[in-house]
């Protein structure tokens, strides 16, 4: 049996997973690192590589949940943070580091006249929609189903199909409006209302592209919101620097009013930014004349941290080439084209691997009729983000585990620059003998 298999060959995980479940609601501290029947335990990391706790080597495509656009453990970076922490890790105050982060982000993402760092992406949505509901003096944010902003009672509701909202308050889920991806039920919403602050998304689709949206939507949208004096919000907290390395919007050619970021800009530290038009982020300033009701307080003890800012400098001054994204979408395009290869080659119906760039995800549904290569459509929406059929979608994951592959949540990945020809073919290969273990098990 393939649980068996799993279970014997990473039995200190298994040991590992059995204290944690003690000492953690549910056994993790994520909820996206929830495996059945556990997680695998890592003891280090460097490159496209990290080694696990069983003496296992995986190729790994988390990539720090989409954080290590260069890989695990970048001399450049391990430098640069060793370096800093020898001269303190949090003085209270600022610094040349943050400025130089600041300028950096100023150069690459569009309309970032401003920035405020926070410590992390949902702090830099939660700010975002503050910020929106500020200067429009109106109280509605409007969001996609599916897309995902954070966990924070502020743009929790529709993140999720079916979520009960437990915990949150009515006024909370009441001033959140979930709309489809549908420009036409956007356009009516914007013209019938005028209670709408902002419009937020994940501008390549939720979930960072597992439910893509069509291709002009982006900028179709800029100019509905424009013509309706409506914010626009994009998320590019997993997008930035990643799809471009001005992010998605400035590979659409629009400029968002506000841009959420983090991952990737702090260098796989704990950081985050929202960045955007200087008459809007001027509201945090400690101006008087701006007077209690019109401006807006943040504070943030991590805010701008010398080793977030040290890593993410020397992140952005590499990314700012242009050539780290490239390579990472290079190999991204790479990987699904002979994932998709493995899955022709085996007529498996309902099967396929699609992304953006050096963002992939593999779907699995005998009861879809998608080929490989395609984006699912007309599937509902939690099918889409659990792979597919759950069973198929978690056996597969322990296969490739126990092949040497880990994707994020066992169907998704982010590759990276580190990420080189041979470890693009191994995972192929890999995809192949886990299809193989599938079949044996009967699954297939």
Known sequence: MLETRYRERFARSAALAAEAAQRFPGGVTHDGRTAVPFPLYIERAAGPYKWGVDDNRMIDYWCGHGALLLGHAHPAVTAAVAEQLARGTHYGAGHALELRWAELVQQLVPGAERVRFTASGTEATMLAIRLARAATGRATIVRFAGHFH????????????????????????????????????????????????????????????????????????????????????????????????????????????????????????????????????????????????????????????????????????LVASGEPTTVASTSGAALRAMLNDVLSAHKLRGWTAYGDESIFHLFADPQSAVEPGQAPVDVPLARLKSGGDPKLANALRLALQLNGIDLMRGRSGFVSAAHGPDEIAGTAEALDDAIGMLQAEGML
């Open 150 to 317: 954070g966990w924070h009672d502020g743009l929790a509701p529709g993140a999720d199909p079916d979520d009960p909202h437990a915990g949150l308050l009515p006024s909370h889920v009441g001033h959140v409006l979930t709309l489809p991806a549908d420009l036409a039920v956007v356009a009516d919403t914007l013209a019938t209302r005028d209670d709408i602050a902002a419009v937020i998304l994940e501008p390549t689709g939720a979930a960072y592209g597992v439910v893509p949206l069509p291709d002009g939507f982006l900028p179709a949208l800029r100019s509905l919101t424009r013509d309706h004096d409506t914010l626009l919000i994009c998320d590019e907290v997993v997008t930035g620097f990643r799809i471009s390395p001005g992010g998605a919007q400035a590979r659409a050619g629009i400029t968002a009013d506000l841009t959420c970021l983090a991952k990737i800009l702090a260098g796989g530290l704990p950081g985050g930014a929202i960045v955007g038009r200087a008459d809007l982020l001027e509201r945090l300033a400690a101006d008087p004349q701006q007077g209690r009701n019109g401006r807006i307080r943040h504070q943030g003890t991590y805010n701008a941290n010398p080793l977030s800012a040290a890593a993410g400098v020397t992140v952005l001054e």
